[in-house]
């Protein structure tokens, strides 16, 4: 995998290159009509397939993203191809920059994810796909919105089995991690594949009060 903005930059410059458009993420397509309204924010977006889906002009869709990323030139293409939907996009130079977004479009903001600080209670979604920094799980719950929902996906140590995909451990999950780092979280949809890739999916919902548990007691 790659270990520098540069080595990213080849990386999506040369996919950009053989790949035209790319489907978001199988979690987020399946399950986006469970996403709470609200702003987004897209963790390591890469080229943007899933920010383009949630922020379409589609009546469904819409939203507001704030996309990050390592990489210039994945920015460079998801500006590009977000203008050539239009889609309104802009350039942003810190990831609290817009506290209360009202328009649908993306907000791009390049950035190294290991150094970053997230703004508590800020997203109503979350997304971290294909991305694993679990120094960052604590700040993801935090900057989820009471009743805001994160969508996690990425490889598992089974990866290790099949072509593609990290090679560090360190950069995989373990079995059965991704159900337990947010204990913070209340589980709405948990699954792990080994077909052709070892992949583990969560989807998890912060609750929207931190006493409803006691209340209902």
């Given at each position: ?20 458009a790319e489907?978001?993420?199988?979690i ?6 469970l996403?709470?309204?609200?702003p987004?924010?897209?963790?390591a977006c ?7 889906f ?5 009546a469904?869709h ?12 994945a ?19 810190r ?10 479009g ?21 997304l ?12 993801i ?14 490889y598992?140590?089974?990866q290790l ?19 337990r ?11 792990e ?6 992949i ?14 006691q209340?209902?007691?």
């Amino acid at each position: 995998m790659p270990s520098s903005p540069s080595e990213w930059d080849a990386k999506h410059g040369l996919a950009a290159n053989e790949v035209a458009a790319e489907a978001p993420a199988g979690i987020l397509t399946e399950l986006w009509p469970l996403l709470p309204a609200g702003p987004v924010l897209d963790l390591a977006c890469g080229r943007g397939r899933n920010a383009l889906f949630l922020a379409g002009n589609g009546a469904k869709h819409g939203r507001h993203v704030t996309a990050v990323d390592w990489s210039g030139a994945a920015l460079d293409i998801l500006e590009e191809r977000a203008k050539a939907q239009n889609i309104a996009v802009r350039r942003i130079q810190r990831i609290d920059e817009t506290k209360t977004p009202a328009r649908a479009g993306i907000d791009l903001l390049q950035v190294d994810l290991e150094a970053a600080a997230l703004p508590a209670n800020r997203f109503s979604v979350i997304l971290c796909v294909r991305y694993l920094q679990r120094s960052l799980f604590p700040q993801i719950s935090r900057a989820l919105r009471p009743g805001g929902m994160l969508l996690f996906e990425t490889y598992t140590r089974a990866q290790l089995d099949f072509s593609g995909g990290p090679r560090d451990p360190a950069h995989l999950l373990n079995t059965g991690e991704l159900r337990r780092v947010f204990p913070e979280l209340e589980t709405v949809f948990y699954r792990e594949l080994r077909a052709e890739q070892g992949i583990a999916s969560l989807a998890a919902q912060k609750p929207r009060s931190e006493n409803r548990h006691q209340n209902a007691a």
